[in-house]
């Protein structure tokens, strides 16, 4: 079961976030991607830390590296943010992302041995390792209730991917139910921000 206590978590802790997560919810465009995020508009909020998730920000679910816009992406963030202050934040970081990230960008950092998102663990340690307050880290995550959520909980900035990479091709089931999985979570959000 203890797989599984971070999805109870995001419930739990989604709950006590409900309005934050609400918000956040109807202030996010339906095109939201990282494509729409300008890093030198995130320095000017005073924003000095991009934590990112992988799994539908970088790439479809599940893919080993991420897909060639979202490199251009990083490598413009690099130059804004520095490498030394970008991390990746996944619940699945595997050896072939690790190794591919150490290829292409050494400087940034992918955090691990930290308990899953929406605990607040992994942007805690980030913060740790850069040096900087909790409120100056952004983390983008295609999920409510796992990377913003975690966001809201550490007393970090969230910015949510409405609009996720998916590659049904790749993966149709996978991206099947992570599809409804985003979508429960959204009505999720709404319902409990009722009371
Ligand atoms: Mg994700």
Not at 8 to 32: S, Y
Not at 60 to 79: F, N, S
Not at 101 to 118: D, M, Q
Request: hydrophobic residues 50%; proline residues 7%; positive net charge.
């Amino acid at each position: 079961m203890a797989q599984f206590a971070h999805i109870l978590a995001g419930f739990t802790l989604g709950f006590l976030c409900r309005r934050k997560l609400a918000q956040l919810l109807a202030e996010t465009p339906l095109t939201a991607s990282i494509l729409t995020i300008d890093p030198a508009v995130l320095r000017m909020q005073g924003i000095e830390v991009l934590s990112l998730d992988f799994d539908g920000v970088l790439a479809g679910h599940g893919a080993p590296v991420p897909l060639p816009e979202a490199i251009a992406w990083m490598k413009h963030c690099q130059e804004v943010f520095g490498g030394s202050r970008m991390f990746i934040l996944s619940n699945k970081p595997t050896e072939v992302r690790v190794r591919w990230f150490a290829e292409h960008f050494p400087a940034i950092r992918l955090i691990s041995g930290v308990r899953k998102k929406p605990y607040p663990d992994g942007i805690k340690k980030t913060g740790e390792l850069a040096g900087v307050p909790l409120s100056s880290i952004m983390m983008v995550d295609d999920r409510l209730l796992t990377g913003c959520l975690a966001a809201l909980v550490a007393g970090a900035r969230p910015c949510y991917i409405r609009h996720p990479y998916v590659s049904f091709d790749f993966r149709p089931g996978a991206e099947l139910f992570f599809w409804l999985l985003r979508f429960a979570e959204r009505v999720y959000v709404r319902v409990v921000s009722l009371f």
